[in-house]
């Protein structure tokens, strides 16, 4: 089992930044990737980004592409999401997850942090 914990939402500007944490615990060994996704009011889930936990290699949505960065530290067992530039459309509830070594799909998910970017 894997758990997950996301802090660092919150209300900010148009244009301005924030930095969305997820700590694992658990499991650590079994995760071979983590991912962010958000999910807006009255929409459906979406992608945001991902990384692998052993390589780093990255991928993102096309949304979010040259605006968030999505990164990790190995030794706290954590994951970031640093949000640049944000727009009003980048409101919504984000939230961590899991991917196991052999699953091929994301079976651990965090309870969400709200992200608010309104003026």
């Known amino acids: 089992q894997v758990q997950l914990v996301e802090s660092g939402g919150g209300l900010v500007q148009p244009g301005g930044s924030l930095r969305l944490s997820c700590a694992a615990s658990?499991?650590?060994?079994?995760?071979?990737?983590m991912g962010w996704f958000r999910q807006a009011p009255g929409k459906e889930r979406e992608f945001v980004a991902a990384?692998?936990?052993?390589?780093?290699?990255?991928n993102y949505a096309g949304a979010v592409k040259g605006r968030f960065t999505i990164s990790r530290d190995g030794a706290k067992n954590t994951m970031y999401l640093q949000m640049n530039s944000l727009k009003p459309e980048d409101t919504a509830v984000y939230y961590c997850?899991?991917?196991?070594?052999?699953?091929?799909?994301?079976?651990?998910w965090g309870q969400g942090t709200q992200v608010t970017v309104s003026s």
């Open positions: 658990g499991s650590i060994f079994s995760i071979n990737a």
């Open positions: 990384l692998s936990w052993s390589g780093g290699n990255t």
């Open positions: 997850a899991a991917s196991p070594y052999g699953s091929g799909q994301y079976d651990y």
